[in-house]
């Protein structure tokens, strides 16, 4: 079973970092390139920062300003984003989407919560 599942959200106080992982099973991780979602209340979706197999990436620079830094680990089938200096603009749901590099297959993760609240 192809499966693409977040993990690490939660409530984070204003300044406080978290570190989302989205672990792939059911596909050969490394022909994939990850890309990092997140969707605000009320909001459209919007990419943060991709990384392919290779372990090259592209990011937003807004996100990227020191505060967010993507990574990969083939050997675990894991993609990490590391989150620093949170705002409560930063609050969303956040999704990791694999897409082939050989076809137009896709899959998503179900996504996970992150909250920036004092």
């Known amino acids: 079973e192809v499966q693409l599942v977040e993990s690490g959200g939660g409530l984070v106080q204003p300044g406080g970092s978290l570190r989302l992982s989205c672990e792939a099973s059911?596909?050969?991780?490394?022909?994939?390139?990850i890309v990092w979602f997140r969707q605000a209340p009320g909001k459209e979706r919007e990419g943060i920062s991709c990384i392919r197999g290779s372990g090259g990436h592209t990011s937003r620079s807004d996100f990227m300003q020191g505060r967010f830094a993507i990574s990969r680990d083939n050997n675990q089938n894991t993609i990490s984003l590391q989150m620093n200096s949170l705002k409560p603009e930063d609050t969303a749901v956040y999704y990791c989407?694999?897409?082939?590099?050989?076809?137009?297959?896709?899959?998503w993760g179900q996504g996970t919560l992150v909250t920036v609240s004092s």
């Open positions: 059911g596909f050969t991780f490394d022909d994939y390139t």
């Open positions: 989407k694999g897409s082939s590099r050989y076809s137009d297959v896709e899959y």
